[in-house]
């Protein structure tokens, strides 16, 4: 899947939309965002305008669940990317800055540029760390997209399920911070609390209704 402003990305968005109606861990929050920091956009300029310096905190890493809609669906997150649940296709997180050469950010660039390096760009997304709703979420969205609000917010927690805490990754509207889907580390949690509203947690209204 490409995070790029295509026919597939528009889909997927449209898609989500469609269905989402668009106490914190501190370690995990402050983990996050000290190995986020460095995916903040800079003005440093590299010959395709971006840097592959994001890494995912190791306790993100691994496999989640999800049971949206009743079917489960599988996120794969790995160091430096993630195969998404929606495609399984793999996306490469990196920071956007400025093209050498130019004085354009690289969503400034234009359509035919990045179609000319399409095997540069493939399999690239951008990450940014946003504060919304006075939490801290990583973003994933289009490369050559200035609006990260065109996108996809996740947040790691760790929750008390049952009495065992649980790791649970929140991924919620990137404008509102209300939460559209949640993921699980195995199949049998997600199934079983899927629908669950978790406490200090926003819920899109279309939440429940899956």
């Not at 592959?52 to 079917?71: A, E, I, L």
Request: hydrophobic share 35%.
């Amino acid at each position: 899947m490409k995070l790029r402003k295509t026919i597939t990305w528009s889909v997927i968005v449209a898609a989500l939309a469609a269905a989402s109606g668009i106490s914190v861990n501190q370690t995990n929050l402050v983990q996050a965002a000290s190995t986020s920091k460095n995916a903040k956009i800079t003005t440093n300029k590299t010959k395709y305008g971006f840097k592959r310096d994001f890494k995912f905190p190791k306790s993100w890493r691994g496999k989640w669940f999800s049971n949206t809609h009743d079917k489960v669906s599988k996120m794969t997150i790995k160091k430096n990317g993630f195969n998404t649940p929606w495609t399984g296709e793999y996306v490469e997180l990196v920071s956007a800055g400025k093209v050498k050469g130019t004085n354009k950010y690289l969503w400034q660039m234009p359509q035919s540029w990045f179609t000319k390096h399409d095997k540069i760009f493939k399999h690239l997304g951008r990450v940014t760390t946003n504060k919304i709703s006075n939490k801290k979420w990583l973003v994933f969205s289009p490369i050559d997209e200035n609006n990260i609000e065109i996108g996809f917010a996740f947040r790691l927690k760790n929750e008390k399920i049952a009495g065992k805490t649980q790791q649970v990754i929140f991924e919620a509207n990137p404008k509102t911070g209300e939460i559209v889907d949640q993921f699980f580390r195995s199949p049998k949690l997600a199934q079983k609390y899927q629908h669950y509203n978790f406490k200090g947690e926003t819920y899109a209204p279309s939440f429940n209704q899956y």
